[in-house]
């Protein structure tokens, strides 16, 4: 309890640090803006980690994220799409709200059409099922480069700032939508932790004991695919960062249990953006940006993981 606490009281410094420091006369305007961008690093964050454990209980491997399934691909192809089909102009005159709604809506029904068809003949599909989620990310991201090849410059240079992951363009009428839907999930994934520890046993196991895997299965995917659709669509593709707080999450844990390790992994990975936020904005000047660091260290876990042989 008490590593809990204290990271707790690490986040909380870290969010003063990132709100009160230098407001300056128009510290209303500044301090609304700022709360924007903390609340969604706190649920990006939460939501990324809980959607990294759920799916690696699923896949039963941990070097496996969400994004592995193409949905990051899609949301890319997505935009260059919109860009293409609609133009600089129709593009910018889009709404955010009607933006989000059609990113998350795509996503959810993506994943849940890929998750709904590959597992119809039972839960025990998982690998081919994340197979053809890498397939379909390598075609996506082919019909995107395809689209940039031959739309306008101007048009590809829009495109380009969309793709990209950023926390600075946080839309705070975004978040009371996106804060409902994520700490739904994140609140009846918790509740279904004893069965994920049951269900991580594997099939054979968790059968035995009287659970519902199959259909245990798809509930847990689903909410894997509203948690990613949900981040993804608010601040763009973030990779590793899932990979990274889940590695980090059950050595914290000291456990494998997931109500512990998905709680380690939701505090962890807010700490990690809010901190790493407050450093590049206070510290450094934004020389660089956050999700590409965490990206880069997410990749090194990945390699290390990987090198360890740790494949459940």
């Keep these: 309890m008490a590593r809990y606490v204290l990271l707790g009281l690490a986040l909380l410094a870290s969010a003063a640090v990132y709100l009160l420091p230098n407001l300056g006369a128009?510290?209303?305007?500044?301090?609304?803006l700022r709360a924007t961008r903390l609340a969604g690093?706190?649920?990006?964050?939460?939501?990324i980690a809980v959607?990294?454990?759920l799916f690696q209980t699923v896949a039963r491997n941990r070097i496996l994220t969400p994004q592995i399934m193409g949905?990051?691909?899609?949301?890319?192809?997505?935009?260059?799409?919109?860009?293409a089909g609609l133009g600089p102009i129709g593009f910018a005159a889009l709404s955010s709200q009607a933006r989000f709604g059609l990113e998350v809506a795509l996503l959810i029904g993506a994943a849940l059409l890929l998750f709904g068809t590959l597992l119809g003949r039972g839960a025990q599909d998982v690998p081919r099922m994340i197979l053809t989620g890498v397939i379909l990310g390598v075609l996506f991201r082919s019909l995107s480069g395809f689209l940039a090849r031959v739309m306008d410059p101007n048009a590809f240079v829009i495109v380009q700032a969309e793709v990209a992951a950023s926390f600075s363009r946080v839309n705070a009428g975004l978040l009371p939508v996106a804060a409902l839907a994520t700490l739904a999930v994140?609140?009846?994934?918790?509740?279904l932790a004893p069965r994920l520890d049951v269900l991580a046993l594997g099939r054979p196991a968790a059968v035995s004991l009287g659970l519902a895997h199959d259909r245990l299965v798809l509930i847990v995917l689903a909410l894997v695919a509203v948690l990613v659709a949900v981040a993804t669509a608010l601040v763009g593709p973030l990779s590793f960062l899932g990979l990274l707080?889940?590695?980090?999450?059950?050595p914290f844990a000291g456990t494998d249990r997931h109500l512990?390790?998905?709680?380690s992994a939701m505090m962890l990975a807010a700490l990690m953006l809010v901190a790493g936020q407050t450093l590049f904005e206070r510290a450094l000047g934004q020389?660089?940006?956050l999700p590409a660091v965490v990206e880069f260290a997410g990749g090194l876990v990945f390699l290390f993981l990987l090198l360890r042989g740790r494949i459940r």
């Design 51 to 53: 959607a990294t454990v």
């Design 26 to 32: 128009k510290w209303e305007f500044v301090l609304a």
């Design 260 to 263: 512990p390790v998905l709680i």
């Design 71 to 83: 949905l990051d691909a899609l949301f890319i192809f997505l935009q260059t799409a919109l860009v």
């Design 41 to 47: 690093l706190v649920l990006v964050g939460i939501a």
């Design 186 to 191: 994140v609140g009846l994934a918790l509740w």
């Design 287 to 289: 020389q660089s940006t």
């Design 245 to 250: 707080v889940a590695a980090l999450a059950r």
